[in-house]
């Protein structure tokens, strides 16, 4: 069992900067091998959004998708099993819960972490 606790969310005016982390642990047995790593958000009535991935054989960084192409950020140690969302020039429309997925590499099971919460103010 992988648990995955995000960490960093909190609330933010127009144009600023915050870094997300996710750390995974295992609450029992083994830790299984990762093959994606990467982050998603939801914001208030609307449906979960993509917002960056990390392929365990890719690159250790990447941009994100979309209205937060250019912005965000996401990258990993992996040594520390953590990946990291850094998001900059924060905007309005970017306020949401941002979750933290892992799939399992042998059956694709994805693990989620609770959620942080970003709010951003004008």
């Known amino acids: 069992q992988v648990q995955l606790v995000e960490s960093g969310g909190g609330s933010v005016q127009a144009g600023g900067s915050l870094r997300l982390s996710c750390a995974a642990s295992?609450?029992?047995?083994?830790?299984?091998?990762?093959?994606?790593m990467g982050w998603y958000r939801q914001a208030p009535g609307k449906e979960r959004e993509y917002v960056a991935t990390l392929t365990t054989r890719g690159a250790d960084s990447g941009d994100s998708a979309g209205s937060m192409k250019g912005r965000f950020t996401i990258s990993r140690d992996k040594r520390k099993k953590t990946v990291y969302l850094q998001m900059n020039d924060l905007k309005p429309e970017d306020t949401a819960v941002y979750y933290c997925?892992?799939?399992?590499?042998?059956?694709?099971?994805?693990?989620w972490g609770k959620g942080t919460l970003v709010t951003v103010s004008s």
């Open positions: 295992v609450v029992s047995g083994e830790m299984p091998s990762i093959s994606v």
């Open positions: 997925k892992m799939s399992r590499t042998w059956d694709g099971f994805d693990y």
